[in-house]
């Protein structure tokens, strides 16, 4: 063990953490009034007030047709 070592980050006052959110470092600090969202991985610091989001997933459409007719649950025999 290392004792009188620090192993965790620093977080500031009034920081806002979500569920999920993880951070790393012994040298990482999340500023005062943070706001840090759920399921996020910070491995670096934070600014004060800063907003840390995962960005929002895009919708992907293929307008392509099927080289094989998908069957529905009901067409097939059992």
């Given at each position: 063990?290392?004792?009188?070592?620090?192993?965790?980050?620093?977080?500031?006052?009034d920081v806002?953490?979500?569920?999920?959110?993880?951070?790393?470092?012994?040298?990482?600090?999340?500023?005062?009034?943070?706001?840090?969202?759920?399921?996020?991985?910070?491995?670096?610091?934070?600014?004060?007030?800063?907003?840390?989001?995962?960005?929002?997933?895009?919708?992907?459409?293929?307008?392509?047709?099927?080289?094989?007719?998908?069957?529905?649950?009901?067409?097939?025999r059992l």
């Open positions: 063990m290392l004792r009188g070592k620090k192993r965790h980050p620093t977080i500031e006052d806002i953490i979500y569920s999920g959110a993880t951070i790393l470092g012994t040298e990482t600090v999340i500023g005062r009034g943070a706001i840090i969202g759920g399921n996020v991985w910070i491995t670096s610091s934070i600014p004060p007030n800063a907003t840390v989001t995962i960005a929002a997933p895009k919708l992907s459409c293929n307008t392509e047709k099927p080289k094989h007719p998908k069957k529905r649950l009901h067409e097939h």
